[in-house]
Nanobody, 115 residues
Framework: VQLQASGGGLVQAGESLRLSCSGSGLTLDAFGIGWFRKAPGKEREWVSYMGSRDGVRDYADSVVGRFTISEDVAENTDYLQMNSLKPEDTAVYYC?????????WGQGTQVTVSS
């Protein structure tokens, strides 16, 4: 059972990135999927969440209107579309699958936004 986040990179302010969270050994739409980020010297921050089955979505105030969480059931992959990126979005981003008694974290992917 494994999650893998990918899609990070170095971009300029105002540009976009799409992060992917792929599942191996688990069906992601059976889990609530969360995205978190950790910037150097800061606490881990919750970014977004999509509920299992019902698809209810929620966002941190710092990203609402810029980030969109989605899921491709056929690909067993969740996405975090990040638009209008800001330097303060720079962090390592992690995805998490929770539910059914599990709490699974993927390896992070680095997002760096230059000004």
């Amino acid at each position: 059972v494994q999650l893998q986040a990918s899609g990070g990179g170095l971009v300029q302010a105002g540009e976009s990135l799409r992060l992917s969270c792929s599942g191996s050994g688990l069906t992601l739409d059976a889990f609530g999927i969360g995205w978190f980020r950790k910037a150097p010297g800061k606490e881990r921050e919750w970014v977004s969440y999509m509920g299992s089955r019902d698809g209810v979505r929620d966002y941190a105030d710092s990203v609402v209107g810029r980030f969109t969480i989605s899921e491709d059931v056929a690909e067993n992959t969740d996405y975090l579309q990040m638009n209008s990126l800001k330097p303060e979005d720079t962090a390592v981003y992690y995805c998490q699958a929770e539910g059914l008694g599990y709490d699974i974290w993927g390896q992070g992917t680095q997002v760096t936004v230059s000004s």
